[in-house]
């Protein structure tokens, strides 16, 4: 393969500072290498020290306001070689499984109203494919799991599931309901990716997503947000007032 | 589309079966935080504010007892201060935040009272 196809997109540091993740671009694809503190996976090192060791550097030289350039520049230059080196890792897996990859035909990308674009754009972007996979340590060396490109994903993104929302149901029934694609999303809100600044008929809210990495404690949140609703609470006690859920219907489909 | 109204019978679609998020109201909030004016970062502030707010924050977690709600991640990073300095509580997902709330109290009446203890010492003690 000619080397030129394979092209260094960079380095998103957006998940949150435990995690980021590595893209590159091959033949056409797109593939989003994790880089992740968890615990490690069977079959790998127990010590992930050569990966932990890429993210404390990166979370090193990002450890600034901004407002010397030098140290901007720093976290450019390195953050630039990170991905080269991850790059030269992972290049032969990518070689090795690109082809067995459909090419997926970009659609015509749909027109944002933001420069995030609605929740539903967000979640599900409609470009083209990007492979997942993670980086781990075998006997030291960096690698990439085994197989995570063939595994599915259940959980990514999926909506509450009938059992996650039993006891809720009827309360949801007395909150204004939105599809995902109304939901304009304007701000990143704090670490991390759960809450956004968003914009729904021209009215602003602040929008949380149930999507993979944050699942968990935004569904805990609903049924409490619901309960405080209902609570009729003092007008003196002062919760931002619940306004709504959204909702993707394609998840169900077929 | 067709495939949901399959699975409901209808012709509608149901937002019952594809939850993804929620939207609350928004506080236009002040630039300073309050985790900002515990931590010294805010500038002088008077001690009648802060008085005000340690008040405001119990007054709320009051109330949500009375319901039988728990706040759970109680912190200063989860109380915003808005444009008429009142106090709001936000993020009521669980979860714990030492040295606010220990592993031993989360998610409990006593983890709330012991981190609204401890935000209203730092908060009445800070700059």
């Given at each position: 393969m000619?080397?030129?196809?394979?092209?260094?997109?960079?380095?998103?540091?957006?998940?949150?500072?435990y995690?980021?993740?590595?893209?590159?671009?091959?033949?056409?694809?797109?593939f989003?290498?994790?880089?992740?503190?968890?615990?490690?996976r069977?079959?790998?090192?127990?010590?992930?020290?050569?990966?932990?060791?890429?993210?404390?550097?990166?979370?090193d030289?990002?450890a600034?306001?901004?407002?010397?350039?030098?140290?901007?520049?720093?976290?450019h230059?390195y953050?630039?070689q990170?991905?080269?080196?991850?790059?030269?890792?992972?290049l032969?897996?990518?070689?090795e499984?690109?082809?067995?990859?459909?090419?997926?035909?970009?659609?015509?990308?749909?027109p944002?109203?933001?420069?995030?674009?609605?929740?539903?754009q967000?979640?599900?972007?409609?470009?083209?494919?990007?492979?997942?996979?993670?980086?781990?340590?075998?006997?030291?060396?960096?690698?990439?799991?085994?197989?995570?490109?063939?595994?599915?994903?259940?959980?990514k993104?999926k909506?509450m599931?009938?059992?996650?929302?039993?006891?809720?149901?009827?309360?949801?029934?007395?909150i204004?309901?939105?599809e995902?694609?109304?939901?304009?999303l304007?701000?990143?809100?704090?670490?991390?990716?759960?809450?956004?600044?968003?914009?729904?008929?021209?009215?602003?809210?602040?929008?949380?997503?149930?999507?993979?990495?944050f699942?968990?404690?935004?569904?805990?949140?609903?049924?409490?947000?619901?309960?405080?609703?209902?609570a009729?609470?003092?007008?003196e006690?002062?919760?931002?007032?619940?306004?709504?859920?959204?909702f993707?219907?394609?998840?169900f489909?077929? | 589309?067709?495939?949901?109204?399959?699975?409901?019978?209808l012709?509608?679609?149901?937002?019952?079966?594809g939850?993804?998020?929620?939207?609350?109201?928004?506080i236009?909030?002040k630039?300073?935080?309050?985790?900002?004016?515990?931590?010294?970062?805010?500038?002088?502030?008077?001690?009648?504010?802060?008085?005000?707010?340690?008040?405001?924050?119990?007054?709320?977690v009051?109330?949500?007892?009375?319901?039988?709600?728990i706040?759970?991640?109680?912190?200063?990073?989860?109380?915003?201060?808005?444009?008429?300095?009142?106090?709001?509580?936000?993020?009521?997902?669980?979860?714990?935040?030492?040295?606010?709330?220990?592993?031993e109290?989360?998610?409990?009446?006593e983890?709330?009272?012991?981190?609204?203890?401890?935000i209203?010492?730092?908060?009445?003690?800070?700059?």
């Amino acid at each position: 393969m000619a080397s030129e196809e394979f092209v260094v997109l960079g380095i998103d540091q957006s998940i949150d500072e435990y995690a980021c993740t590595s893209s590159y671009k091959y033949n056409g694809r797109e593939f989003s290498i994790l880089l992740c503190d968890d615990p490690s996976r069977p079959g790998y090192d127990e010590k992930n020290d050569v990966v932990e060791g890429y993210l404390e550097k990166i979370y090193d030289v990002s450890a600034h306001d901004g407002a010397n350039v030098e140290d901007s520049f720093r976290q450019h230059e390195y953050l630039q070689q990170a991905a080269r080196e991850i790059g030269e890792i992972v290049l032969p897996l990518l070689r090795e499984i690109a082809p067995s990859l459909p090419i997926a035909e970009a659609p015509p990308p749909e027109p944002k109203l933001s420069e995030m674009g609605t929740v539903e754009q967000f979640l599900y972007p409609n470009d083209q494919e990007s492979v997942k996979l993670q980086l781990v340590a075998l006997n030291g060396r960096l690698t990439l799991v085994e197989g995570h490109h063939l595994a599915s994903i259940p959980d990514k993104d999926k909506p509450m599931t009938p059992e996650e929302m039993k006891g809720i149901e009827a309360d949801l029934d007395t909150i204004p309901k939105f599809e995902a694609s109304e939901v304009l999303l304007t701000t990143l809100y704090r670490g991390g990716m759960s809450a956004f600044g968003a914009s729904i008929r021209g009215e602003e809210y602040v929008c949380k997503i149930i999507s993979n990495f944050f699942r968990d404690p935004v569904i805990a949140e609903l049924p409490t947000l619901l309960k405080i609703r209902k609570a009729n609470l003092d007008p003196e006690a002062r919760i931002p007032e619940l306004r709504g859920v959204y909702f993707h219907h394609q998840q169900f489909q077929a | 589309m067709d495939g949901l109204a399959n699975l409901f019978g209808l012709g509608l679609i149901t937002y019952k079966k594809g939850v993804i998020g929620f939207v609350l109201e928004k506080i236009p909030a002040k630039s300073t935080a309050l985790v900002q004016v515990i931590q010294g970062r805010a500038g002088e502030v008077p001690s009648s504010l802060k008085e005000k707010w340690a008040a405001q924050i119990e007054h709320t977690v009051a109330e949500l007892h009375k319901n039988d709600i728990i706040w759970g991640d109680a912190k200063p990073e989860n109380v915003i201060i808005d444009e008429n300095d009142d106090a709001w509580l936000i993020d009521f997902g669980g979860g714990f935040t030492p040295p606010w709330v220990e592993l031993e109290n989360q998610e409990s009446r006593e983890g709330d009272l012991l981190a609204l203890a401890r935000i209203r010492e730092k908060l009445l003690s800070s700059p």
